[in-house]
């Protein structure tokens, strides 16, 4: 498998979360993106809920676990990057994929009265999402500090996991807050810009 694929794995992955993410939202009547989770706009009470996961979210894990993992080939002996790009593949790219085939209750039943099994799911691979991601996002960032040219990637990782941490930490202590949707969106959105940068960067590895 050669860079440019495992480029695009990585982009289109992106690209396809964002826009299911933003198609959702438009698609619920008085969706708040700052107070509601990304989740409730594919919940299993949603009418189009299974198309954004079928041809939004579950796609987009395919590709992000392929691109994390294909992109193994190409950090060679790099063990720290080798474990930050492994974790990235399971706890981001095939959770992303679980939570499209569990997603949650109605409303994503934030005070968890009667949870169903789907709901558990979703909840417990969210959380392993959020708290280990960003700690591999870190591990990438101070192995590619000592790359060729990876100066700027470095400080991309880094901040995106510390950012993704900061945020992760401020939705767990206030999970039925009025900003959970926007601190939801600030730890996606960093760990997609990092996915971003770092698919160019695979790319343009010489």
Known sequence: ???????????????????????????MENYSPIKQFISESYAIDTSHGIYIRLFGYIPSGVLITLFSFSALKFIKNLSLARVGLIIFGIFYGISTIVVGIFPCDSGCNKELINPSISQFIHNISGALTYLIVPISL??????????????????????????????????????????????QRIIEGSILFWLINFAFYIKNIK
Not at 146 to 171: C, D, E, R, Y
């Open 1 to 27: 498998m050669n860079k440019t694929i495992t480029f695009w794995f990585g982009l289109i992955g992106a690209l396809l979360f964002i826009g299911s993410s933003i198609i959702g939202g438009f698609l």
């Open 138 to 183: 870190i591990l990438i960032g101070i192995a590619s500090n000592k790359w060729n040219n990876g100066k700027l990637i470095s400080t991309i990782s880094i901040s995106s996991g510390v950012i993704a941490i900061l945020f992760s930490f401020m939705l767990s202590s206030n999970a039925t807050g009025n900003f959970i949707g926007l601190y």
